[in-house]
């Protein structure tokens, strides 16, 4: 049994939803392995994932790290060479269909650094052309003092790191 060895990391895994201590059946050649991982100092506190998923393939292991609804962060790990290869948000639901999955970046006036030129640039053009949140949305943050702020979504190919963008929208957060 090969045994994988995570940088800063401890010792639960969750499969499939199922919580499992340790041990994953088999790689990809049919070898079994164990992974001594599984959370991350820099996302999470220990022990605190909501859940943590390999991919059908067995290459990418999935964490989150979310506490609550709509957004939540999570990181993408390449099982073969312990390496972090993404960390970031998805928004509601995973969608994730082989390799690629939808990723999401938040946009709040007051606190861009965090986004890329290219994020950017496309919530500028959103902005250009949807100036004003749904008027429903605006009545409805009115009401509960939730703010309104852009989302952006993007397909991410985990396999070659590619990002794609695919759209914006207003939502509301806390």
Not at 96 to 120: H, P
Not at 130 to 147: A, F, H, K, R
Request: negative net charge; glycine residues 4%; hydrophobic residues 45%.
């Amino acid at each position: 049994m090969r045994n994988l060895k995570y940088k800063e990391l401890f010792t639960i895994i969750s499969i499939s939803f199922v919580l499992i201590s340790g041990c994953v059946p088999a790689d990809k050649t049919g070898e079994a392995f164990n992974l001594d991982f599984i959370n991350s100092v820099i996302e999470s506190a220990p022990e605190t994932s909501a859940w943590t998923v390999l991919t059908e393939d067995n290459m990418y292991l999935l964490q989150d790290f979310g506490t609550a609804p709509g957004m939540r962060p999570f990181a993408i790990w390449q099982v073969d060479n312990e390496e972090m290869i993404f960390s970031g948000n998805y928004f509601g639901v995973l969608k994730l269909n082989g390799n690629t999955i939808e990723i999401v970046y938040q946009f709040m006036e007051d606190s861009t650094e965090d986004l890329d030129a290219e994020i950017r640039d496309f919530v500028d053009f959103f902005l250009q052309n949807n100036p004003v949140p749904p008027s429903e949305m605006v009545l409805i943050s009115q009401e509960t003092g939730l703010s309104i702020s852009v989302i952006i979504f993007c397909e991410f190919d985990i396999d070659t790191r590619i990002r794609k963008i695919n759209r914006a929208e207003y939502i509301l957060t806390q």
